[in-house]
């Protein structure tokens, strides 16, 4: 079965870290693009990091610098480190993958086609 599952939420303070995980199974991610997006209530989903297969990264602006895309293939798993977490970073976060060697830069939505459940993410003192 392909499918992507995301873990590593949480509830955590202002300035806080967090560490997500997507584990892939069915297929092998290093063969495809992997973006990470999120969600907040009342919001579209934004693309918030993607990283090729060609190693490129890209980061939208409100998280550049405090957000670290990676991926681990022995464990075929990509990670989203999170430091310097702000309340505004509050949403459900997803991992998806797009087609294999589809060209990719900044995440947009309409370029990923197969999706997590997500997990959520909140920042609250």
């Known amino acids: 079965q392909v499918q992507l599952v995301e873990s590593g939420g949480g509830l955590v303070q202002p300035g806080s870290s967090l560490r997500l995980s997507c584990a892939a199974s069915?297929?092998?991610?290093?063969?495809?693009?992997i973006g990470w997006f999120r969600q907040a209530p009342g919001k579209e989903r934004e693309g918030v990091s993607s990283?090729?297969?060609?190693?490129?990264?890209y980061y939208t602006e409100s998280v550049k610098g405090r957000f670290t895309i990676s991926r681990d293939i022995a464990k075929n798993t990509v990670y989203l480190q999170m430091n310097s977490l702000k309340p505004e970073d509050t949403a459900n976060y997803y991992c998806?993958?797009?087609?294999?060697?589809?060209?990719?830069?900044?995440?947009?939505?309409?370029?990923?086609?197969?999706w997590g459940q997500g997990t959520q993410v909140t920042v609250s003192s």
């Open positions: 998806a993958a797009a087609a294999p060697r589809e060209r990719v830069g900044m995440p947009r939505v309409r370029d990923y086609i197969l």
């Open positions: 990283s090729t297969t060609a190693g490129d990264t």
């Open positions: 069915g297929f092998t991610l290093d063969e495809r693009p």
